[in-house]
C-alpha cells in the first residue's frame, strides 16, 4: 500500500499562462484539444478553450469569459489536488465541512478534485489542513488479516507490559517501543514511531496507559 499523497497544481498559474498566448495560439490548442483523447483532455483542461473567437476558457466550475472578473481565478488562489486514493463521499464531506478556507468545492474525477480559496487564508496553511485530514489511513485500511494476524502476536508478547506502542505501516512493517515505566528511553522510542509514520504514513496502537 502507497503513502498516500496529494500532489497539488495551481490553477490561477495555469490560467495566467493561457492569457499570454496570442488568438493564433489559442485556436492552435483548441484544435490539438479536439484530437485527444478522454485522459489527455483532462489533464490539459485548464487550457481548454471552449469558443477561441469568444475568447472563453472552461473552468471547473464552467465556462467563463476570460475577461469576467467573476472567473475563479480572479476570485481564489485556486489548486487541483491530485491524489494516488479514491475521493469518497466521505472525503467530499470533510472538505466540504471540516477544512477552514475552502470555499469552492469540486470533484472532478476519482482521484481529482479543485477547491477555491478567498485571499483571507494561506493556501499553506489550507493545504496542510488538508493533508492532516486526508493522508491518513484507518484501521480498516492497514490491519489486513495477515498484518493482523502479526500485530495480535505483537501484543501477545507485550500484554504483560505497562507500556507500549505497536506502529503498523501502509507495507505490512511492524515496529513497537515497550517499557515498564514512562521513561526518557519510551518516549524517545515513541517519537521515532511518530516520525516514521509521518513520513510512510499508517497507524500508531497503544496499550491502555499510552
Known amino acids: 500500500m502507497a503513502h498516500k499523497r ?6 490561477n498559474s495555469l490560467v495566467d499562462e493561457l492569457n499570454d498566448l496570442n488568438e493564433q495560439e489559442i485556436r492552435q ?6 484530437e485527444m483523447d478522454m485522459e489527455q483532455q483532462q489533464m490539459m483542461m485548464p487550457f481548454q478553450v471552449i469558443a477561441p473567437s469568444a475568447n472563453m476558457i472552461y473552468t471547473p466550475w464552467g465556462p467563463y469569459p476570460m475577461e469576467s472578473m467573476f472567473k475563479p481565478s480572479d476570485r481564489w488562489d485556486c489548486r487541483i489536488g491530485t491524489t494516488n486514493f479514491d ?9 466540504t465541512n471540516e477544512i477552514p478556507g475552502i470555499e469552492a468545492l469540486k470533484i472532478m474525477g476519482r482521484y481529482t478534485f479543485a477547491i477555491g480559496i478567498p485571499i483571507t487564508f494561506d493556501f499553506r496553511e489550507v493545504r496542510t489542513e488538508i493533508e492532516k485530514k486526508l493522508c491518513v489511513y484507518t484501521e480498516e485500511e492497514i490491519l489486513t488479516e495477515e498484518t493482523q494476524a502479526t500485530v495480535d502476536l ?16 501502509p507495507t505490512g512493517k ?37
Open 6 to 11: 496529494i500532489v497539488w497544481t495551481s490553477w
Open 29 to 34: 490548442l483548441a484544435e490539438d484539444m479536439q
Open 154 to 169: 505483537v501484543k501477545e508478547q507485550l500484554k504483560n507490559k505497562k507500556y507500549w506502542s505497536i506502529l503498523v505501516a
Open 87 to 95: 475521493i469518497t463521499t466521505s472525503i467530499k464531506a470533510i472538505l
Open 174 to 210: 511492524v515496529d513497537y517501543v515497550v517499557s515498564d515505566k514512562l521513561d526518557q528511553k519510551y518516549l524517545d522510542g515513541l517519537n521515532e514511531l511518530v516520525e516514521i509514520k509521518q513520513l510512510l504514513g499508517g497507524i500508531i496502537l497503544r496499550g491502555d496507559n499510552g
